[in-house]
């Protein structure tokens, strides 16, 4: 079984600081995807940022980049110039193409963004 | 972009009613799943559907079924609700078709609260 880790309930950050959020994992699988999901005060799941297990290369959306550490299991979200809007619940998720594409959540690190 | 929709988006019911939550993916995408999220938690997965055929069940009660349908578009039926059952109901899709790496996309949500 995979599990997902966040071990950051809550953190804050002043406005266009930069923050970093952590997130590790176990599994056994070879070939898997990781995902950030953001969801704000209105609930809504958005998908911030993925990272294909078999590409070394970090991935990066705008402010947004990953530090994916294959070995160590872990896969981390930076939050760059952080934003008054970025302020949410941002959950780490894993899953894997014997999973059926089933997602496995974190428990959630929830974002305070302070002006 | 067409994203995911869900209805309705709130819901409330008494106990032992029924509810039943419809889904309708991102065109051309072949997988439908049910996530259940209840008050500070992170989202659990239901069920899902490959091509209009059951593919995966999670934490799905017995009281909870769901279809999918010639449309492509998913029903997620509960009866005799229980107080417990109240939570953000998410219905996500995804492709195996494309390049999206396995990412799924998530609607809205419906919420439902049973009183």
């Known amino acids: 079984a995979q599990t997902v880790t966040q071990s950051q309930p809550e953190m804050s950050v002043q406005e266009a600081e930069t923050v970093t959020l952590s997130c590790t994992y176990d599994?056994?699988?070879?070939?898997?995807?990781l995902f950030w999901y953001k969801q704000p005060p209105s609930r809504q799941m958005i998908l911030v940022i993925r990272?294909?297990?078999?590409?070394?290369q970090n991935a990066t959306e705008n402010r947004f980049s990953v530090n994916f550490q294959k070995a160590a299991k872990s896969f981390s979200l930076k939050i760059s110039d952080s934003q008054l809007g970025d302020t949410a619940m941002y959950f780490c998720?894993?899953?894997?193409?014997?999973?059926?594409?089933?997602?496995?959540f974190g428990g959630g690190t929830r974002l305070m963004v302070k002006p | 972009a067409a994203g995911v929709i869900q209805s309705p988006r709130h819901l409330i019911k008494e106990k032992r009613e029924t509810a039943t939550l419809k889904c309708y993916p991102i065109?051309?995408?072949?997988?439908v799943y049910w996530y259940q999220q209840g008050p500070g938690q992170d989202p659990q997965f239901l069920i899902s559907?490959?091509?209009?055929?059951?593919?995966d069940k999670g934490s799905i009660p017995d009281r909870f079924s769901a279809q999918q349908f010639s449309d492509y578009h998913s029903e997620l039926n509960m009866s005799s609700l229980e107080l417990g059952d109240s939570a953000l109901y998410f219905c996500?899709?995804?492709?195996?078709?494309?390049?999206?790496?396995?990412?799924?996309?998530f609607g809205e949500g419906s919420w439902l609260t049973v009183v």
């Open positions: 996500a899709s995804s492709s195996t078709g494309d390049n999206s790496g396995n990412t799924i996309y």
């Open positions: 599994t056994s699988e070879n070939n898997y995807y």
């Open positions: 990272q294909e297990a078999y590409k070394q």
């Open positions: 998720a894993f899953t894997h193409n014997n999973a059926g594409n089933m997602l496995t």
């Open positions: 065109p051309r995408h072949d997988t």
């Open positions: 559907f490959y091509e209009k055929m059951q593919s």
